[in-house]
């Protein structure tokens, strides 16, 4: 049996042969769509205010803004709200394209973006927000969203290779996808699901 040592020293090779440049690539993808949406949507208002209802209204429903959720609870729900999203990201590379995962990321980065230009709208300093409302959580989450496209980028190519090379070993690449989303992507979900739950509150309180 493979000691966690070695598991952790086969995800970053892994990660140094097949997976750091689409990761570079998304995550290039996700700051410039950030800031373009952010400038963009300061000339937009009411489309600013229509997408954060629309956001609003989503979180609502998941039970994300329940006033009396406790922060085991809230860290909980945080967690499972942005597993899903990921998993969604990686599977998606099963589709011969990997368009679809791409925009999940950078949408993610236009959501950012908007909700900046909303907070600079109503007269907020977006700087606090940023270091200590995003960034303390962010430092976790957003890693794990880029390496989730990475993971689907990574999948897609297994699906081309074998198309090419009957000898290629899909269930290969699949179960590598699998091995490294489990432990690295799921710790770093589960940290930022914590920090965003118990810490970012006291921090955003803080300043505000």
């Known amino acids: 049996m493979l000691n966690v040592k070695q598991l952790y020293r086969e995800q970053w090779d892994l990660f140094r042969k097949s997976l750091w440049k689409s990761a570079i690539l998304l995550l290039f993808v996700f700051i410039v769509s950030g800031i373009v949406s952010y400038f963009g949507f300061r000339k937009n208002e009411n489309t600013v ?4 209802q629309s956001i609003w209204e989503l979180f ?42 791409a925009f999940i990321v950078l949408f993610n980065g236009v959501i950012l973006g908007a909700t900046f230009a909303f907070l600079q709208m109503n007269g907020m300093d977006i ?28 999948l897609t190519m297994g699906i081309f290779r074998k198309s090419r090379y009957s000898i290629f070993s899909f269930k290969k690449v699949f179960m590598d996808t699998a091995m490294f989303f489990a432990l690295i992507c799921v710790p770093l979900l589960a940290l930022a699901a914590l920090i965003e739950a118990f810490i970012t509150p006291s921090l955003m309180g803080i300043y505000f």
Do not use: W
């Open 49 to 52: 205010y229509s997408l954060m």
């Open 60 to 101: 609502e429903s998941r039970g994300l803004l329940d006033q009396g959720n406790t922060g085991l609870q809230l860290a909980v729900k945080l967690f499972f709200n942005n597993l899903t999203a990921c998993v969604m990201v990686v599977l998606l590379g099963l589709i011969p394209i990997f368009l679809p995962s």
């Open 127 to 154: 700087g606090p927000m940023l270091f200590l409302g995003i960034l303390p959580h962010g430092i976790f989450e957003i890693p794990a969203v880029v390496l989730s496209g990475a993971l689907a980028f990574h």
